[in-house]
């Protein structure tokens, strides 16, 4: 084999470890984070530390902006689609005509 196709083999195809964690683990990873905030917060339930947390959250202005971004969704970004250069607008390509 020549080092052009190791290059090749080297790349895409499935890998080991690659791809989403599976479900269990999320969960796992879930389970430990609300045990550690019940343990912080002295608190008894699930629903007792989230709502905590959220409160900590609210405290710091990133904190409201991340809830409400997960409560309401974040903005639509609009992007600037006019490019002009030396009086050339690049939407006089793709204009489509109209009388047709």
Request: proline share 1%.
């Amino acid at each position: 084999m020549d080092q052009g196709e190791e290059v090749k083999k080297a790349r895409g195809g499935a890998r080991a470890n690659a791809g989403r964690k599976t479900v269990a683990s999320e969960q796992r990873v879930n389970d430990i984070f609300l045990s550690a905030l019940k343990s912080l917060k002295s608190v008894d339930t699930d629903d007792e530390a989230k709502i905590e947390f959220a409160k900590d959250l609210y405290n710091s202005q990133r904190g409201q902006i991340f809830i409400a971004e997960h409560l309401f969704g974040k903005p639509k970004e609009t992007v600037e689609t006019t490019h002009n250069i030396n009086n050339f607008d690049i939407k006089e390509l793709f204009t489509i005509d109209k009388d047709k």
